[in-house]
């Protein structure tokens, strides 16, 4: 079964950043809603019911940050800030009004995407994420216990493998990216070689049974769905 996307909710009134920006979530399988003005974004916020809120500061017609007061005030929705200012007074205003985290421009669609999935797991809600055991065909998984079992038998898997199974099979059936592999089981600021990826995935390959991992080239891995594994 396909997991729901995210609705992600992208408070800016830049066409050149709206536009690349809910171009790259769309194919990082997020839902963008787009607002352009607080008073959009305040409607919409309470229409759409977004997982996150990304938020411009200067706006047409006032100040994001009165979006994000009075977001908090009424939602725990996370909300990203994204600014031109990067000043340190800048950033703990936006903090402290409830801000969960803090982005400045120029930035890259793959920070901001990192980043979102970064605060969405610390808000307790990552995308398509349970913390019960996951068992597709001979595999199965448990993240509480860090275990993973072949058809009854123990697997053991280092931390990074286990990691990227847990991935992979959270979203079975779709494809998972190069990019967010990297970002969400090494780091967003990994600047070390993405052969490593490839070196675990073989190693998984190796340990399980290989044809339930398939790459799909040049964008990433998919494993196979509950129905390709029976």
Known sequence: MAHAKRTILLVEDEESITTPLAEALERDGFRTEIAHTVADGLAKGKSVRPDLVLLDIGLPDGSGLDVCRELRSGSSVPIIILSARGE?????????????DYVVKPFSAREVIARIRAVLRRAGTPSGAGDGPIEIGSVRLDPARRS????????????KEFDLLALLMREAGTVVTRERL??????VNWFGSTKTLDVHIAALRKKLEPDLIHTVRGVGFR????????
């Open 223 to 230: 494993f196979s769905s509950p129905e390709e594994a029976r």
């Open 182 to 187: 990297i970002d969400e089981v090494w780091d």
């Open 88 to 100: 340190e007074a800048d950033r703990v205003v936006g903090l402290e009004l409830g801000a969960d």
């Open 148 to 159: 993973t079992t072949l058809r009854g038998a123990d697997v053991e898997l280092a931390r």
